[in-house]
C-alpha cells in the first residue's frame, strides 16, 4: 500500500473520497426528484419595498418646486377664471360644454365638427414630447407629468406630519401608538383632501363651477357627478399615496417608448463613472490621487423619489427628476470637489472624455430639427385654420325616402335639410338659392319672409345651428336624367359670406 500522511499523534487521518463519489444526503435526492414548492419562487412579481424618499435642497429642487406650484395651481384654479361672451352664452374661461357640444377656451370656440383641432392638439403634444426627449431625456416625466407632480404634493403633506426619512422609517418601525395613529391619520385624511380638490376640480370643467359648487355643497348634484369626484379621488389617493413608483415603472408606456427617441448626443442625467470611480469612503486630509470623487455617501439613492442608485447608469426606473444632482452637488460642496459628478450628459461627451477630447452638447442635430419641423408645420397650419375658419357652416341633406314625388302637376319634387350654422355673436339673416336647374320653385317650411329676388330667408340666432326643410320642384324637361348635379348656395343677407353645398336632384329614369 502507498504511504500515506500521518498526523502528529501517528494515527492515519481518514482517506479522502474519490472525485464525485461524495453520497448526497437522502433529503438532498428527494429534493431532487420532488422540488420544493415555494411561494417566493412561484410570484412573478417581486414584493415591494417601501421608499422613503429623503427632502432634497438646491437648483432643481426649486425648479420643480415652481413648476409643481405652476401646474397645480392652473388646474385647480383654471376652472374659476371667468370670460365674457355675451348674454345666454358661458362666461367660463375654460369649459367643456356637453350639452351644448361647445368646447370653449378663452376667445376660442371649437365646435363638434371643428374636432381635428382637438386631433392637431394632440398630434402637437405627441411631437413636442419626442423633441424634448430626444433632447433632454425624460425631462417631462421628471418635473411636469400628474403622476410626478402630485406625488411631490403627498409627500409634502407626509414630511409635514411624519418628518423626514429617517423619522419615517422609525416611525413605521415603532409599535402602535395614539402619536404614531394621530400622525397617520392626519397623513391620509389630508390626501383624501387632496383627492377630493382633485376629483371635484376636474368635475368643474365640465359645468359651470360657481353653479355646480353650491349644488355640490347642497348635495343636489347630479349622480354622475358625485362618481366622477369620488373615481378621481380614489384613483389620486391610490396612485399618489401608494403606487407611486410603481405607476412610472409598470404603468406608463413611455419609459419603453423614450428608447428610440434618444441617441448618443440625447443629454440625460448620469453619474460620470469616469471621474466618480473607483469609488469609496473618504476622510478629511486624505489624498485623492488614484480614486474616484464618489465617496459612497448614498445620498443620490436616498432623495430618489425611485429607490434606485444612479450609479448603476441609465435605468428604466428613473424619471429623471435631477434630484440625485442637488445632494451630490450639495456633498461635493462640503468635500471640497468639484459639482456635476451627477449632472446632465451625454454618451457622446462619456466617448470624448475617454478619447481626450473636448465635450460637446449638439442640441441641434438631424431628430431635434425634424420634430421642430413638424411642429412648426401643424402649428402654423392650425394657426392659419383658425384664424381665417368661417363663421358659416352649412350641410345639406337630400331626403331618401321617397327619393322624389311627382306632383299632379307633372312636376318633380324633391325635399332637404339643410343645417345652418352661426358661429357669429350676431344674429344673422342667410337667403337660399339654388344652381344647376333652369327653372324651380323653392319653398321653406315655416319661412315667411323672402329677398326682393323671392328667395326665402332664414333666421338664425347667435351661437346656435338651425335644421329647416327645403322642397325644390321642376318640370320633368328641365332635368338631365335621373339624376342632376345642383348646388346649395346660402349666403348672409347683410354681409358678404355665403357657402355653396353641392348635391342633387332625382327624377324617373
Known amino acids: 500500500m502507498a504511504n500515506q500522511p500521518q498526523t502528529p499523534d501517528g494515527k492515519n487521518p481518514r482517506p479522502a473520497p474519490a472525485p464525485h ?70 362666461d367660463q374661461a375654460i369649459l367643456i360644454d356637453f350639452p351644448g357640444r361647445r368646447f370653449y377656451f378663452f376667445f376660442i370656440e371649437i365646435w363638434p365638427q371643428e374636432v381635428y383641432y382637438i386631433t392637431g392638439l394632440l398630434i402637437l403634444a405627441a411631437i413636442g414630447l419626442f423633441l424634448v426627449t430626444s433632447t433632454a431625456g425624460r425631462m417631462w416625466c421628471g418635473y411636469t407629468c ?43 385624511f389630508t390626501w383624501l383632501l387632496i383627492g377630493v380638490a382633485t376629483g371635484g376640480a376636474w368635475v368643474f370643467y365640465f359645468a359651470d363651477a360657481p353653479t355646480l359648487a353650491k349644488q355640490l355643497i347642497h348635495f343636489e348634484a347630479d ?52 471621474r466618480g470611480e473607483p469609488r469609496g469612503p473618504h476622510k478629511k486630509g486624505e489624498s485623492w490621487e488614484g480614486r474616484g470623487d464618489c465617496v459612497q455617501c448614498r445620498q443620490c439613492v436616498v432623495v430618489c423619489p425611485q429607490g434606485i442608485d444612479i450609479r448603476d447608469g441609465m435605468q428604466l426606473e428613473c424619471i429623471q427628476c435631477s434630484l440625485c444632482i442637488d445632494a451630490c452637488n450639495e456633498v461635493m460642496d462640503k468635500i471640497g470637489r468639484p459639482r456635476g459628478l451627477i449632472a446632465y450628459d451625454s454618451l457622446a461627451n462619456f466617448e470624448a472624455r475617454a478619447k481626450g477630447e473636448k465635450e ?61 350654422l352661426n358661429k357669429s355673436r350676431a344674429d344673422r339673416n342667410f337667403s337660399i338659392d339654388v344652381t344647376g336647374l333652369k327653372e324651380y320653385e323653392i319653398r321653406v317650411e315655416g319661412v315667411t319672409d323672402m329677398t326682393e329676388d323671392g328667395l326665402p330667408v332664414v333666421h338664425v340666432e347667435r351661437d346656435r345651428l338651425r335644421s329647416v326643410k327645403v322642397y325644390i320642384s321642376t318640370h320633368r324637361k328641365y332635368l338631365e336624367g335621373p339624376s342632376t348635379d345642383i348646388a346649395f348656395e346660402v349666403h348672409d343677407v347683410d354681409g358678404p359670406e355665403s357657402d355653396i353645398q353641392e348635391t342633387n336632384f332625382k327624377g324617373p329614369k
Open 21 to 90: 463519489s461524495i453520497t448526497p444526503h437522502p433529503e438532498v435526492e428527494r429534493a431532487k426528484v420532488e422540488p420544493v414548492n415555494r411561494p417566493e419562487e412561484r410570484s412573478l412579481y417581486k414584493k415591494r419595498e417601501q421608499i422613503y424618499p429623503k427632502r432634497a435642497r438646491g437648483t432643481f429642487r426649486n425648479i420643480k418646486w415652481v413648476i409643481m406650484i405652476v401646474t397645480l395651481g392652473i388646474y385647480y384654479l383654471s376652472p374659476w377664471i371667468r370670460w365674457d361672451r355675451g348674454p345666454g352664452l358661458p
Open 146 to 188: 400628474p403622476q410626478t407632480v402630485w406625488v411631490d404634493l403627498f409627500l409634502v403633506v407626509e414630511r409635514f406630519f411624519e418628518g423626514d426619512r429617517n423619522e419615517r422609517i422609525r416611525l413605521d418601525k415603532a409599535p402602535w401608538s395614539f402619536d404614531k395613529f394621530r400622525k397617520k391619520f392626519m397623513k391620509h
Open 223 to 274: 349622480s354622475t357627478v358625485y362618481f366622477w369626484i369620488a373615481l378621481f379621488t380614489s384613483t389620486t389617493y391610490l396612485l399618489g399615496g401608494f403606487a407611486r413608483e410603481q405607476v412610472c415603472t409598470y404603468m406608463c408606456p413611455w419609459p419603453r417608448i423614450q428608447s428610440v427617441m434618444l441617441d448618443e448626443d440625447s443629454l440625460a442625467v448620469m453619474y460620470r463613472y469616469d
Open 360 to 420: 460637446r452638447f449638439h442640441i441641434i442635430r438631424p431628430r431635434t430639427i425634424i420634430y421642430s419641423t413638424l411642429i412648426l408645420l401643424v402649428g402654423g397650419f392650425m394657426l392659419y385654420t383658425l384664424l381665417t375658419r368661417a363663421e358659416l357652416d352649412v350641410n345639406v341633406l337630400r331626403d331618401r325616402n321617397p327619393v322624389f314625388v311627382q306632383l299632379s302637376s307633372g312636376d318633380i319634387r324633391n325635399g332637404y335639410t339643410v343645417k345652418i
